[in-house]
Nanobody, 124 residues
């Protein structure tokens, strides 16, 4: 079992930046695909970014490409999401997810473990 704890959310003005962190329990973190998803009020949960176990493969949603960067530190069992040039449409609860299979994917159903989420609010 893997436990995921997100942090770093908050309120920011449009154009600002935030860095989300997700700390994972367990000793096999480097073998897990990690990802960030988000869910805005009244909308389905959507893919944001994913990273393979080694960090060599990354995918991004078109809506965040060029503004968000996913990274990981396997020594610290932590995955990050650096969010720049934030816009109000980025407002959502952001979730960290882990997949036992070390193959990066954008599919929500492919992930085995989820964090509780952290709120990000971007004001205009």
């Amino acid at each position: 079992q893997v436990q995921l704890v997100e942090s770093g959310g908050g309120l920011v003005q449009a154009g600002g930046s935030l860095r989300l962190s997700c700390a994972a329990s367990g000793s096999t973190f480097s073998t897990y695909t990690m990802a960030w998803f988000r869910q805005a009020p009244g909308k389905e949960r959507e893919f944001v970014a994913t990273i393979s176990g080694s960090g060599g493969t990354k995918y991004y949603a078109d809506s965040v490409k060029g503004r968000f960067t996913i990274s990981r530190d396997n020594a610290k069992n932590t995955v990050y999401l650096q969010m720049n040039s934030l816009i109000p449409e980025d407002t959502a609860v952001y979730y960290c997810a882990a997949r036992r299979l070390n193959v990066a994917t954008t599919e929500t159903s492919a992930y085995d473990y989820w964090g509780q989420g952290t709120q990000v609010t971007v004001s205009s």
